[in-house]
């Protein structure tokens, strides 16, 4: 068969793009329609494929008016301000945003976690029936931590129910970043769920704004702070081709606390010398920062050089989190902390000089294109070849930060 036989037989997209935005994290749904209007319209100067002259294909803006209201008992109405029959559309979500205040019985109330997974629900329930299809993009999934229940434990299994529900919605694609454990996906296997990861675009970042960072055995070691975040250590470790070292946490199962768990007693390392050299301290969320910081100083005692903490979702949300951090900085325990805007960050984080934020609306602006056209994303998702033609313009001396400079 001819190329042009082929490229005549491939579908056209699903529907012209709508993208609904919680209030939460409209600005970041701003820049991923931005970034996707200038893909699009490169695209057709260029001419570069068949769906260029598609309706719909290019929008100013691809953000559908809508709005989410409150009652003064709590209960939420979501409409929306235009059709979006016949769209393909893409929900974006941040279930962690801490930011939405609402009146509730004549007290402030800030939206949760639960009152925003109910929000998602309702956008999902009223573009029901109309959409051509319904796609969820939740970078930082709902109760994703609890994969399973404790031993004789009665417990709810939150993330798998909500997963369910959208099964039940119609939804036909859920985009969730760095799950914790990906096993929840075993909840739903009818569910197309896609799961990137973000260690690109924090890699990028780290090496164009450090560097001075030496990606050999000699001089740099991934860290893991704990056991349950081996598997992304290990990712970091095989793409950067450095040696991997991991915290392992010696629990008294002897002596239980009042959450269920054994209280830990000892912290030990297993790994190489860290005399001299500079840490990836890998962990995927950082909430009050206690473990990672623990580690650091650790290692730090231990004669390591530069600590930089990669994660992508950085919460900081316990209480003085920002200023263990400051102080860890001001002590020369930790060189930089980089994490992700894919879910909310409180505005002081921005301000600290230890705090790199990592932009990742292109990326997800790249999914939405690619899902719109039906193109395969396995690519998009699996980011080792990436990484590893970025690695070698980095070896040639060749890379390019985010604005396009040496």
Not at 346 to 353: A, H
Not at 365 to 387: F, M, P, W, Y
Request: hydrophobic share 40%; with cysteine.
């Amino acid at each position: 068969m001819s190329e042009s036989s082929f490229e005549l037989m491939k579908q056209e997209p699903f529907g012209p793009i709508g993208i609904i935005a919680h209030t939460a994290n409209l600005d970041f749904v701003r820049m991923v329609s931005d970034v996707l209007y200038s893909k699009r319209l490169k695209r057709i100067e260029n001419k570069a494929n068949q769906f260029v002259n598609s309706p719909g294909y290019l929008r100013k803006n691809y953000i559908l008016a809508s709005d989410l209201s409150r009652f003064q008992t709590g209960e939420g109405k979501f409409s929306l301000g235009e059709s979006a029959r016949g769209h393909d559309i893409y929900i974006i979500t941040d279930v962690m945003a801490s930011k939405n205040l609402f009146d509730l019985n004549g007290n402030l109330h800030v939206s949760s976690a639960d009152d925003h997974c109910r929000d998602l629900l309702r956008i999902i329930s009223t573009c029901a029936g109309k959409a051509r299809r319904i796609n969820v993009i939740m970078p930082f999934v709902y109760e994703g931590v609890q994969v399973r229940k404790r031993e004789s434990s009665q417990e709810s299994l939150d993330c798998a129910q909500l997963l369910k529900e959208l099964t039940y919605l119609g939804v036909s694609n859920l985009i969730i970043f760095d799950p914790h454990d990906e096993r929840i996906a075993n909840a739903v296997p009818l569910l197309g769920i896609e799961t990137p990861r973000s260690a690109f675009k924090i890699i990028s970042t780290l090496l164009s704004k450090h560097n001075t960072i030496k990606l050999d055995k000699d001089s740099t070691l991934v860290v893991s702070p704990d056991e349950t975040g081996i598997g992304r250590a290990i990712f970091y470790s095989s793409m950067l081709n450095l040696p991997l070292g991991i915290f392992y946490r010696y629990r008294d199962y002897t002596e239980m606390q009042g959450d269920g768990l054994a209280p830990i007693k000892e912290y030990k390392f297993l790994g190489d010398d860290v005399n001299g050299k500079d840490i990836l301290l890998i962990d995927d969320i950082i909430h009050s920062g206690y473990t990672m910081l623990l580690t650091a100083k650790i290692l730090k005692d231990a004669g390591a050089r530069d600590i930089y903490c990669l994660a992508p979702f950085g919460l900081f949300d316990a209480d003085n989190t920002l200023e263990k951090f400051d102080k860890a900085y001001e002590s020369g325990v930790i060189k930089a902390v980089f994490c992700t805007n894919l879910i909310y960050s409180r505005p002081e984080l921005s301000q600290r000089e230890w705090f790199s934020e990592v932009n990742m609306t292109p990326y997800v602006a790249r999914i939405i294109d690619g899902l719109n056209v039906d193109e395969s994303v396995g690519d998009l998702i699996n980011s080792t070849t990436k990484i590893t033609e970025f690695l070698e313009q980095v070896r040639i001396g060749e890379y390019f930060d985010d604005v396009g400079k040496k």
